[in-house]
């Protein structure tokens, strides 16, 4: 994926409603932090799947 147009297009056909975000583990250590995450967004079949996911 390069540029923000193709994020903004992989946004709109990903994410048909909003998704569901939780923080599982933040991890921080002077001005650094680590949040690993889970999403869950509903795939084409508009089935609910959960994707693990880290912020840095």
Do not use: W
């Amino acid at each position: 994926m390069k540029g923000k147009d193709a994020v903004r297009q992989y946004i709109a056909e990903v994410y048909t409603e909003p998704p569901t975000f939780s923080v599982e583990n933040l991890v921080v250590e002077g001005n650094f932090v680590i949040a690993t995450d889970r999403i869950n967004l509903k795939n084409k079949e508009v089935v609910p799947v959960d994707y693990s996911y880290c912020d840095v």
